[in-house]
Each structure stands twice: as C-alpha cells, then as structure tokens.
C-alpha cells in the first residue's frame, strides 16, 4: 500500500506563473480514475492554500478540486503525475527552498463497505522542497 511518504518526491516543485506547480504521486499501488479523489490540500509556507485556489492537472486537461469527484472517466496512472497549481499571492522563484504539505484524500471505488460508503486512504507529505524551473 502507497503512504503519504510517496506523495512528494525531490523534483515535485516548479515555478509557476501563478505561484507553485507541485507535481503529486498517486499514493496508491495501482491506478484509479479521478473521481476516486475526494479531496486534495496544499499548504505552502505553513499556511493553508483556499481550495478555490487550487487547480489539478492531468493529461493536459485542468479541474477545479471539486470537479474531481466527477471525472469517472478519466484515469490516474500511477506512473503518471497529477500536477496541482497553487494560487499564490507572490510568485516563489525557481531556486527557493519551500516547506510544503499535501493532503491527497481517496475513495477506494472497489472496497465498498456499505452502500456509497468506500475504503479510504488519507495521505499526506510535508517536505521542504526546491522549486525547480
């Protein structure tokens, strides 16, 4: 089973023109469809990052946190990195070091353990991490 170690790795930080980029592993051994996301939370710097904030993107396509929960259709390989922006005040420039907390929440959509009730898995990562080009 994949933990909230796995969530981050050294190279998950990027600039980006509306803040940070942070490139998430699926924490799971096996890959799942998106609608298996039932939440993901970012802090940045120790502060919380509002949810309207946030954008995740995955095979070229980008939703909003709540739209997740609707992409039945579409698949998170578990080799493939879902890339959420973070909507900053300030822009953090390539090079700089950030504390950073991810919170990936899944509904497990093949352990259910009562009518529209799933298994889930709550990871997170908190990593002081390089922001890289």
Known sequence: MATGDTVLSEDSLAAHPDGLAIDVVLP???SL???SV????VAVGGETVPAERLRAELGGRTYRIDELAEQWDVLWFI???LTVVA???EPV???QDVDVEVTVDLRLPYMQIAPQKYVTNHATSRRTLGVGQ
């Open 28 to 30: 799971w051994y096996r």
């Open 87 to 89: 909507r900053l005040d």
């Open 33 to 35: 469809w998106l609608s």
């Open 93 to 95: 420039p390539a090079g």
């Open 38 to 41: 039932s939440d993901i939370a």
């Open 79 to 81: 080799q493939d990195r």
